[in-house]
């Protein structure tokens, strides 16, 4: 993928499950949603791996091991090897590895996950600022993680110890909707210390090196819901990206994308890995995809045409960037996306 300005999705001659190596996967909003299956995702899967293509799961979520999230996902039907989970505690683990002696104390707020790939690492976990620690990381410690946990890394990082974080998504989803994530729990630390934390995960450099050292993809799609996190890592990774619509990102927020926001492929669900992706053409002053016309006008976007939806879609986004160029576009698409039922 070019870093230059992308002003409309890329179509595909071939399925991408042809295209492409291996997937890297985002898990939640994109695989499961609460720990259930979303809708295709399974049967999905395993039409893409029947064929050849590598799957690699890779996530902000720092709670679980590599063994119980392949554990949940072969439950699930998706049969998964630890070794084809990549996490954001692996990639702040290493990240800490490169800092400080080998078997240094690390003060852990969170969960499983972070302790498992500290000693994966060769450093040892402890839970208390009075234990000496070297460093402090912080990652997501589901929604039991004690209030104290938090006094803990304050006061260690108020002594000068350096501060990690596995990640800093504001939010996660869950089986009731949208909760609080690792980033909610950073910015308590942030606001009562006024440091700032290195961070490891999505959609810095450290998680993208963690995910090419343990697959070894040659040509790597990543695959994911959010454009903050999948969508921004794969353009720092320079790797092409799928927007699959099954998670945070609506219609909206796809139209007004900055440049390292905008993914090269947009699709309903991870069905659209085993297919090709129409082409998004120039059509006098707009753009159309399928039986879809799209052009920018004064104050809105307008849609004129019909046919499949996604379709429609593409084409209000290759006219909203276009218009946007290297910034987000403020055109009003409501009403265009309303017709789209998005």
Known sequence: ????????????????????????????GVVYAGGNAIAHAVDSLAIARAGGMRLAYVTNNALRTPDAVAEHL?????????DDVITSAQAVARLISEQVPAGSRVLVIGGEGLRVALRER??????????????????????DLAWGRFAEACYAIARGVPWFASNTDL??????????????????????????????????????????????????????????????????????????????????????APPQHRPTYVDADL????????????????????????????????????GEPLDGLRALCAAAWTAAGDGSCTLDGGKALARLGL
């Open 1 to 28: 993928m070019s870093q230059s300005v992308r002003t409309s999705p890329d179509g595909s001659g071939r399925a991408l499950s042809e295209a492409y190596d291996t997937a890297l996967l985002d898990l939640d």
């Open 271 to 306: 069905r659209g890995m085993l297919t090709g992706q129409p082409e998004v053409t120039e059509a006098g002053e707009g753009f159309r995809c399928g039986g879809w016309t799209a052009t920018a006008g004064r104050d809105r976007l307008e849609l004129d045409g019909e």
């Open 122 to 143: 060769g450093l040892e976990p402890v839970d208390s600022a009075e234990d000496q620690p070297v460093a402090v990381v912080q990652g997501y410690g589901g929604p």
């Open 171 to 256: 939010t996660i989803p869950s089986a009731r909707g949208i909760a609080p994530g690792n980033g909610a729990a950073v910015e308590v630390v942030r606001i009562a210390t006024g440091a700032e934390p290195q961070v490891a995960g999505k959609p810095l450099p450290p998680m993208h090196k963690e995910t090419i050292l343990r697959t070894g993809a040659e040509r790597p799609l990543v695959v994911g819901d959010r454009l903050d996190t999948d969508i921004e890592g794969a353009f720092n990774g320079d790797v092409d990206s799928l927007l699959v619509l099954t998670g945070v990102t609506d219609g909206a927020q796809l139209l007004a």
């Open 74 to 82: 072969t439950e699930l039907g998706i049969p998964t090897g630890a």
